[in-house]
């Protein structure tokens, strides 16, 4: 377990490759608690991201799993991100471009928006899928999209729940 403001498992900063990783049990206290992507490039492939987020969930920044800032870009092949808990973007929250290819986004918790993915980026799901995520206060249990653009080819959207006025699924 590794702690830290953001960024607490990993900040990146320039080229980050992850090839079958496991990146858990990490705290961000004011947010991306498993994998920051300051700026550059992250590509994730048959990688983990799980059990990522604050000490106290009450008082979490976003992005309990990923968070993509505007310079930079994520992608994430065959990979699973789960059991991450956030104050938006449970899984993933993103002002950048990431590109999901095969990959599932499971059982994340946001306490406001996107209790999988929070975005205002562009979002492109190809083959994924998004299952059992919680957005408690907010819109979008399985995706928040705020105003970027979302592709979605052969998505899977079950079980993601909105306790918001909008959008369980998206």
């Known amino acids: 377990e ?16 992850l090839n079958n ?4 049990q990490n705290v961000g206290e004011w947010g991306a608690a498993g994998i920051l992507a300051y700026e550059g490039t992250v590509t994730l492939n048959s990688t983990v991201v799980t059990g990522n987020g604050p000490v106290d969930p009450a008082t979490a920044g976003p992005a309990g799993g990923i968070g993509v800032l505007q310079a930079a870009t ?12 956030a104050s938006s973007g449970g899984g993933i929250a993103s002002e950048g471009a990431v590109t999901l290819t095969s ?20 979002l492109m799901l190809v083959n994924s899928t998004m ?12 995706i928040h999209n705020n105003g970027g653009s979302l592709t979605v080819t052969n998505g899977t959207f079950v079980g993601n729940v909105s306790y918001g006025p909008y959008g ?3």
């Open 2 to 17: 590794n702690s830290a403001p953001y960024g607490g498992g990993l900040w990146n900063n320039g080229t980050l490759v």
């Open 131 to 142: 299952s059992d995520n919680l957005a408690e206060e907010g819109e979008g249990g399985g």
């Open 74 to 85: 994520a992608t994430l092949n065959r990979s699973f991100v789960s059991g991450n808990v």
């Open 103 to 122: 990959t599932t986004i499971a059982g994340n918790y946001a306490k406001v928006d996107g209790g999988g993915i929070s975005s205002v980026g562009s």
């Open 168 to 170: 369980s699924a998206i």
């Open 21 to 24: 990783g496991i990146v858990a």
